[in-house]
């Protein structure tokens, strides 16, 4: 069983087209996150949603809009793709806040802007 | 301020053990975190330690946190070639919301 699942797997696109990335846990997690991956490899937080609610925004081009219907989904929508926008988008999930952020990673959404 | 430093590449030989370091600048650290990615795959926890806490060992895995200097490194005893992948390094902060502060990770090859 996938536990927090992405689709597609690969997008590639044209400048200037708008996109979106899908994702779904089945772990029955409060909060939902997007990560994104630069060709570095470097990781950096986008969004968290806590129960549909945005609780993190971090300085994303507002192009860059996340919708959560349900706790169980996170989508992850680009408005008029740049060429910067290519990277590895990663969804994840973690329980309730105790203190220790377990967060369960999706495959990841490697997006490819030409 | 938050920011998460490691050495970008390790090289070690099949048997040996191998030692990756992190540096974090944010003294209200809780926990800091050792995540792993294998290639064209999502990151995975391994392990995590409560910023209180000095060690922790875990089968092969043992984290030890230097908190006066803010210093974490994993230790991987009798590294495998399945061990080869890139090891993240994170904090995470009080009133945090759940963020996690990441490193650039440090790709780890293990060689026969």
């Known amino acids: 069983d996938t536990a927090v699942s992405q689709t597609p797997k690969y997008l590639v696109t044209q400048m200037g087209n708008d996109k979106s990335i899908k994702c779904e846990q089945n772990?029955?997690?409060?909060?939902m996150y997007w990560y994104k991956q630069d060709s570095k490899k470097f990781l950096k937080i986008m969004f968290s949603y806590n129960n549909k609610e945005l609780i993190i925004n971090e300085t994303v081009p507002n192009r860059f809009s996340p919708k959560s219907p349900d706790k169980a989904h996170l989508n992850l929508h680009i408005n008029s793709l740049e060429l910067g926008d290519s990277a590895v988008y990663f969804c994840a999930s973690s329980p309730p806040f105790t203190g220790v952020t377990e967060a369960f990673f999706g495959q990841g959404t490697r997006l490819t802007v030409v | 301020g938050e920011d998460v430093e490691q050495s970008l590449f390790l090289s070690v030989r099949e048997g040996d053990s191998s030692v990756i370091n992190c540096t974090y600048t944010?003294?209200?650290?809780?926990?800091l975190y050792w995540y792993k990615q294998e290639p064209g795959a999502g990151l995975q926890l391994l392990t995590y330690?409560?910023?209180?806490?000095d060690m922790k060992q875990d089968q092969r895995l043992t984290v030890l946190l230097n908190k006066k200097d803010k210093h974490l490194s994993l230790r991987i005893a009798d590294t495998q070639t399945g061990d080869s992948a890139i090891y993240f390094c994170?904090?995470?902060?009080?009133?945090?919301?759940?963020?996690?502060?990441f490193g650039a990770g440090t790709r780890l090859a293990v060689h026969p």
């Open positions: 994170a904090e995470s902060t009080t009133g945090g919301y759940n963020k996690l502060i």
């Open positions: 944010d003294s209200s650290s809780t926990y």
């Open positions: 772990l029955g997690h409060d909060t």
């Open positions: 330690i409560f910023s209180n806490m």
